[in-house]
């Protein structure tokens, strides 16, 4: 008997639709030969330049001392402010009048001013003692701590 030839299978469209595509491979790319790094070559050497005369520093700005000035009388400290009114709370330590020219110092603070309206416990005063905590209208911010002082003039 002859060997039957056996037919191809015909191949079924569900197969080709499970199968994923065949990619071809590309052709590997040629990589340039690595380089070697190239020597380092030392730092030529230089000779210690001559040392030259130091030069003399500018004088520093002369700046005024920051404490009390000839004439000036410590008033009281600062125990408060209060920055919505522009008001200081001052613990006096000796009188104090409505028109005296007062100096307010402290570590960032340091302004003049006049006295134009002095409060002893909510109620205007044209003068108090020492011993009072007078509420004191200032033209710039104080600290708690800072100094007042009374201005001769």
Partial sequence: M???KRKPKAKSKKSAAKKSPVRKK???LKKAPARKPAA???AP???PAA???PRPRPA???VAPRGPRA???RVGIVSHYYGHLGVAAVRLEVALSVGDTIRVLGHTSDFRQRVDSMQVEHQPVSQAV???EIGLKVVEHARENDVVYRVPG
């Fill in 51 to 53: 040392r030259t005369a």
């Fill in 130 to 132: 020492g011993g009072d």
């Fill in 26 to 28: 590309s052709k590997a």
């Fill in 40 to 42: 380092k070559r030392a």
């Fill in 60 to 62: 520093a700005p002369q």
């Fill in 45 to 47: 050497k230089r000779k």
């Fill in 71 to 73: 004439g000036e009388v």
């Fill in 2 to 4: 002859a060997a039957a």
